[in-house]
């Protein structure tokens, strides 16, 4: 599986953006997908998570209320739409795809990254103050 990230950009804080993970190379329904960023001089952390059918989402703490997870998969694509940005969201963001025909439910595997087995190039999100 094939994974593109797009969307990034600069933006105000208070602003929204929107990012796409088109995937590609696999049967897209089969993997639960999620987003992950990394700040500078900082590990890779969890933002949000969908399962196959995007019934069931999961958010980092520190994005809920303000990001939501999508998943079109007739599109084959995941969206993580952003709002109320602050600054504090200024980092890479990666689209990561789980292995095909795994599914679990809970959060706790959705944070693991290492439950995932497909990872996006990333793309920069910059807040400005």
């Known amino acids: 599986v094939q994974l593109q990230a797009s969307g990034g950009g600069l933006v105000q804080a208070g602003g929204s953006l929107r990012l796409s993970c088109a995937a590609s190379?696999?049967?897209?329904?089969?993997?639960?997908m999620g987003w992950f960023r990394q700040a500078p001089g900082k590990e890779r952390e969890f933002v949000a998570g969908?399962?196959?059918?995007?019934?069931?989402?999961y958010y980092a703490d520190s994005v809920k209320g303000r990001f939501t997870i999508s998943r079109d998969n007739n599109k084959n694509t995941v969206i993580l739409q952003m709002n109320s940005l602050i600054p504090e969201d200024t980092a890479v963001y990666y689209c990561?795809?789980?292995?095909?025909?795994?599914?679990?439910?809970?959060?706790?595997?959705?944070?693991?990254?290492?439950?995932?087995?497909?990872w996006g190039q990333g793309t920069l999100v910059t807040v400005s103050s």
């Open positions: 990561a795809a789980g292995p095909a025909g795994t599914s679990y439910s809970g959060s706790s595997y959705y944070k693991d990254q290492r439950k995932y087995a497909y």
């Open positions: 190379g696999g049967t897209f329904i089969n993997h639960v």
């Open positions: 969908i399962n196959w059918g995007g019934v069931s989402r």
